[in-house]
Nanobody, 127 residues
């Protein structure tokens, strides 16, 4: 079993930055690809970004490309999402997720590909 715990959410003004972290425990983190998703009130959960098990491959939703950066540190069992130039439309609950295995390029964008989820952290961007 894998446990994921997000942190780093909060309230920020438009144009500001936040850094979300995802602490992973229970299994060897380096065996898992990791993704970030978000869900705004009344909307479906949407893909934000994903990173392969060794960090060699990343993928971003068009809406965050160039503003968000995903990373991971397998020695610390931690994943991160750096969010710059935040916009009010980035307001949502952000979730990290993990799925085992995959190739060097494995960065799944569909939520149903992931086996483990954190509880979420709220990000609110004021205008």
């Amino acid at each position: 079993q894998v446990q994921l715990v997000e942190s780093g959410g909060g309230l920020v003004q438009a144009g500001g930055s936040l850094r979300l972290s995802c602490a992973v425990s229970g299994r060897t983190f380096s065996n898992y690809a990791m993704g970030w998703f978000r869900q705004a009130p009344g909307k479906e959960r949407e893909f934000v970004s994903a990173i392969s098990w060794n960090g060699g491959c990343t993928y971003y939703a068009d809406s965050v490309k160039g503003r968000f950066t995903i990373s991971r540190d397998n020695t610390k069992n931690t994943g991160n999402l750096r969010m710059n130039s935040l916009k009010p439309e980035d307001t949502a609950v952000y979730y990290c997720a993990a799925v085992s295995g995959g190739s060097y390029y494995y960065t799944p964008q569909s939520y149903d590909k992931y086996d483990y989820w954190g509880q979420g952290t709220q990000v609110t961007v004021s205008s």
